[in-house]
């Protein structure tokens, strides 16, 4: 395999320079959509759930959607967006007949996808803290948090986006793994009210662990096993670096 | 100077053979069409010059460095028009300069200045502001030339530069690339426009099922091949076999084609004597890289 360069910034600034001229039209999805959940679930379900682990409910999901909304913004940017910039717009195509090969495309679409999450991350989290719900200088950590779990999801998607036949499949990638982590990697509620088995599957899923990180800086309380959690983060993210790089490469250079 | 050296060039796709054992060397500065019908394998050559596609088998060198080893500097010298669009859709005009640019890691102030120069040069320097989506498809390809040329390349690759243009809109083109020709570009022409090979190459070559099957100056295909003039024969109904045996009889190189025979390397009409041949049938025109490249790879359909 061949390893990406620092040109992957090339198509990083490019993908900025687009979002900045199209973002008002995506602020719906990644701004008031989680700040609607925030609300209605802390308020209002938070309302009869009382305290959860000690704490107000909307301090206990707050952290949750920070780290869910961060995966969202990562993954649709390298499902749907990757996959119409590679196959309908043939932008890679045309950026690899240049300098730049397609590891830095690649490279340059998950460091894209990371700083999504990043933003729709220090969005909330903006918000949040306004409401005074972060308690700990801790919260200062959660955008880099959020950046490094966007280099797992989009890593992640992008690795299925080289192995798809059709954009219909994302439809499957979507209700079979994002919507599931949505809930039943502790954002709602805490593991320990579910089954067992549900309890060993959800420690791996990779938003548990990216939930458990955010929420311990929220909140200024860790455990030992955040460090668990950023092993996990690390590991599955260069694993699904590797296999986007190899398997693009299959991809496109045929 | 060979500046681009194909040799013993094989490519597959699984078991299709798409192309087999190509050799071309493309000179300094001249201008080299390629042609041949669809499916021949014109543009999976390309993507071989430009580390688009690995080879199979072979060896392709450009500008004396091998595309295997030094894939970055090749591409960093050559400029292409690629046959389908792909333009960046969601960048206008200038945008689309200034970003390929950046791709060349040419600096921001020099990026403007040569994206001024290149929209200069094509005819575009009203719409930097434009979106794509209101361009019309000459306009399109003619930024996808300019933007082939933001990295001042030595070798300009086009892929069928003017399908679909209309006719004032292809002999723009057609003058902006003799201008760089002119300047010394060395450019590599696909195309299944006769005209346009005629008009701009220096030499041409066919190329047919994966292979090339000849390569010389235009005029000299032309003579070589099917003599200075072609003279058709439209038979009539129940005339078409004997006439066909006579031809064959004295020898007289002809295709059959759809309605016509084409004969070829016939001086005058006297090859024709005594045929059944209704009068205004027969028509004398002079020949054409078109008829060299129906000779060649056939009068019929290609699927
Ligand atoms: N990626 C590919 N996979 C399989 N076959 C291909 C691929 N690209 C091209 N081919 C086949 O290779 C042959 C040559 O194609 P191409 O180089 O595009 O021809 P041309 O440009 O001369 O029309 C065609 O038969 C085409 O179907
Ligand atoms: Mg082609």
């Known amino acids: ?254 | 100077m060979a500046v681009i050296s194909i040799s013993n060039v094989v490519k597959k796709y699984k078991d299709f053979v798409a192309l087999n054992g190509v050799n071309l060397e493309i000179k300094q500065g001249e201008c080299l069409g390629l042609l041949g019908p669809n499916g021949a394998g014109k543009t999976t050559l390309i993507r071989m010059i430009t580390g688009s596609s690995p080879l199979t088998e072979g060896e392709v060198s450009v500008g004396g460095m091998d595309i295997k080893t030094s894939e970055r500097q090749i591409k960093a010298l050559i400029g292409i028009v690629p046959q389908l669009d792909n333009l960046d859709p969601d960048l206008n005009v200038i945008g689309n300069l200034l970003t390929f640019s950046r791709y060349f890691n040419i600096p921001h102030k020099e990026a403007k200045k040569r994206s001024t120069e290149v929209l200069q040069l094509v005819g575009l320097e009203n719409r930097p502001k434009s979106n794509l989506g209101e361009l019309s498809g000459g306009m399109k390809r003619r930024l996808m030339i300019a933007r082939g040329l933001i990295n001042r390349p030595r070798i300009l690759i086009l892929d069928e530069p003017t399908v679909g243009l209309d006719p004032q809109a292809k002999h723009l083109v057609w003058h902006k690339l003799r201008e760089l020709r002119n300047s010394g570009v060395t450019l590599v022409l696909c195309t299944q426009v006769m005209e346009e090979a005629a008009e701009l190459a220096d030499r041409v070559a066919i190329m047919d099922k994966g292979s090339i099957i000849c390569l010389a100056p235009p005029a000299e295909l032309v003579v070589q091949n099917v003599g200075r003039t072609v003279w058709e024969i439209e038979p009539e109904d129940g005339h078409r076999e004997p006439i066909i045996k006579a031809l064959e009889q004295r020898r007289v190189e002809f295709d059959e084609g759809p309605g016509k025979i084409t004969t070829y390397h016939v001086n005058d009409a006297d090859a024709f004597k005594g045929l059944a041949i209704a009068t205004g049938k027969l028509k004398q025109r002079p020949a054409t890289l078109e008829d060299v490249f129906l000779k060649l790879t056939g009068r019929a359909l290609i699927e």
């Open chain 1, 1 to 254: 395999m061949k390893w990406p360069s620092w040109r992957f910034i090339r198509v990083w600034q490019r993908n900025r320079d687009v979002f900045l001229k199209l973002w008002p039209s995506e602020v719906t999805g990644f701004v008031v959509e989680p700040l609607v959940l925030l609300l209605a679930m802390g308020f209002g379900l938070g309302a009869y759930v009382g305290m959860v682990n000690g704490q107000e409910y909307i301090e206990f999901v707050a952290p949750g959607i920070i780290a869910s909304y961060a995966m969202f913004s990562a993954s649709f940017e390298c499902t749907y967006g990757s996959y119409l910039r590679m196959s309908y717009q043939r932008t890679f195509d045309a950026i690899i007949a240049t300098p730049v090969n397609v590891e830095d495309v690649i490279t340059g679409e998950i460091f894209w996808g990371a700083t999504r999450s990043m933003l729709t991350g220090t969005v909330i989290l903006i918000v949040a803290t306004a409401f005074g719900l972060a308690e700990s200088s801790w919260a200062l950590l959660i955008p880099l948090l959020a950046f490094l779990q966007g280099l797992m999801f989009s890593s992640i998607a992008l690795t299925f986006t080289a192995i798809i036949p059709s954009i219909h499949s994302f439809n499957h990638y979507f209700s079979l793994f994002i919507s599931p982590m949505f809930f039943f990697s502790g954002v709602f509620f805490p593991l320990d009210s579910f089954p067992d088995i549900v309890q060993r599957l959800s420690w791996i899923a990779p938003l548990t662990s990216a939930v458990k990180l955010i929420r311990a800086c929220f909140n200024g309380e860790f455990h030992p096993d955040i460090w668990l959690a950023l092993g996990l983060i690390a590991l599955i993210t260069l694993v699904f670096f590797v296999a986007s790089l190899v398997l693009m490469r299959r991809k496109l250079i045929v």
